[in-house]
T-cell receptor, first 114, second 115 residues
Framework: DQQVKQNSPSLSVQEGRISILNCDYTNSMFDYFLWYKKYPAEGPTFLISISSIKDKNEDGRFTVFLNKSAKHLSLHIVPSQPGDSAVYFCAASAIQGGSEKLVFGKGTKLTVNP | NAGVMQNPRHLVRRRGQEARLRCSPMKGHSHVYWYRQLPEEGLKFMVYLQKENIIDESGMPKERFSAEFPKEGPSILRIQQVVRGDSAAYFC?????????????FGSGTQLSVL
């Protein structure tokens, strides 16, 4: 039962171009969405988030868009840099099983080529 | 300004042995979460603890797995009689408060390999 889906396991872009990472979800009770970035042999680190009452949040080169009717969000990175190469996890927050917790997608491996 | 500390980084066990994974949350954080990442999978919630209390263990396998967060010392995830299917990366995360929209801080994980 995959509540948060990242259908692209990998993405490759050229340095300076835009990277667009997509995420779909099925649970309409999710009220907050987050993106985490993970380098090999490290834990995930928080990147950017968006509340379900908004449709856009921007932080420097990173922008997250939320389309609630389509249950879809995307992360835009522009311009992309080689240091952005990592695995990006989409996560959603909801109260399940008695407590608030994050539900993660499988991740998308982004490679930014110099 | 230490982050979330997990040890060991790598743990090798033979089938049937016990595995103990430790997690010290960030200073001032009283909420601890354990997640497991199987190969080619996302992170799956296992358990949520506060000091001396298990708040939500809905993601924990019913047998062989247990977790604690004592008043003093780190949080411990314990796996008894490990099997090959337990091989995974186990991540601990901490939070200063109840609301996850304040984001979780993750440790670097423990890679468990069961031979």
């Amino acid at each position: 039962d995959q509540q948060v889906k990242q259908n692209s396991p990998s993405l490759s872009v050229q340095e300076g171009r835009i990277s667009i990472l997509n995420c779909d979800y099925t649970n309409s009770m999710f009220d907050y969405f987050l993106w985490y970035k993970k380098y090999p042999a490290e834990g995930p680190t928080f990147l950017i988030s968006i509340s379900s009452i908004k449709d856009k949040n921007e932080d420097g080169r990173f922008t997250v868009f939320l389309n609630k009717s389509a249950k879809h969000l995307s992360l835009h990175i522009v311009p992309s840099q080689p240091g952005d190469s990592a695995v990006y996890f989409c996560a959603a927050s909801a109260i399940q099983g008695g407590s608030e917790k994050l539900v993660f997608g499988k991740g998308t491996k982004l490679t930014v080529n110099p | 300004n230490a982050g979330v500390m997990q040890n060991p980084r790598h743990l090798v066990r033979r089938r049937g042995q016990e595995a103990r994974l430790r997690c010290s949350p960030m200073k001032g954080h009283s909420h601890v979460y354990w997640y497991r990442q199987l190969p080619e999978e996302g992170l799956k919630f296992m358990v949520y603890l506060q000091k001396e209390n298990i708040i939500d263990e809905s993601g924990m396998p019913k047998e062989r797995f247990s977790a604690e967060f004592p008043k003093e010392g780190p949080s411990i995830l314990r796996i008894q009689q490990v099997v090959r299917g337990d091989s995974a990366a186990y991540f601990c995360a901490s939070s200063p408060n109840l609301h996850l929209n304040e984001k979780l801080f993750f440790g670097s994980g423990t890679q468990l390999s069961v031979l």
